[in-house]
């Protein structure tokens, strides 16, 4: 069974960066579709940022867009989510997911259908304060 576990999270002022790691226990990135979503105070979970680890290729919400940046690093087996110019508006639950593992090697999601992102980690607390 796979499980990610997430870490990085933290309180920042506003201006500041942080850089949010996710790793999957039981199974390794390759191929795989890995993405972060976030759930603001009193808002509907969004999709923030995904990567498809067999190009590296990431894509973003308009809402981080040019702030947040996706990574992969295949020989340490984690994804990363780097987010600067972090503002009060960026404060939230940051969750890593992997898409189903029909999708692995063929492709990736979109970002709003979290629906076909079939694990998740538990979460790691972003708040920004300023």
């Known amino acids: 069974e796979v499980h990610l576990v997430e870490s990085g999270g933290g309180s920042v002022q506003a201006g500041g960066s942080l850089t949010l790691s996710c790793v999957p226990s039981?199974?390794?990135?390759?191929?795989?579709?890995m993405a972060w979503f976030r759930q603001r105070p009193g808002m509907q979970r969004e999709g923030v940022a995904r990567?498809?680890?067999?190009?590296?290729?990431?894509r973003y919400a308009d809402s981080v867009k040019g702030r947040f940046t996706a990574s992969q690093d295949a020989a340490k087996n984690t994804v990363y989510l780097h987010m600067s110019s972090l503002q009060p508006d960026d404060t939230a639950m940051y969750y890593c997911?992997?898409?189903?593992?029909?999708?692995?090697?063929?492709?990736?999601?979109?970002?709003?259908?979290?629906?076909?992102?079939?694990?998740w980690g538990q979460g790691t607390q972003v708040t920004v304060f300023g």
């Open positions: 990567i498809w680890t067999l190009t590296g290729y990431p």
């Open positions: 997911a992997v898409a189903r593992s029909q999708m692995r090697w063929v492709g990736c999601p979109h970002l709003e259908a979290a629906y076909d992102f079939e694990v």
């Open positions: 039981g199974d390794t990135i390759s191929g795989n579709c």
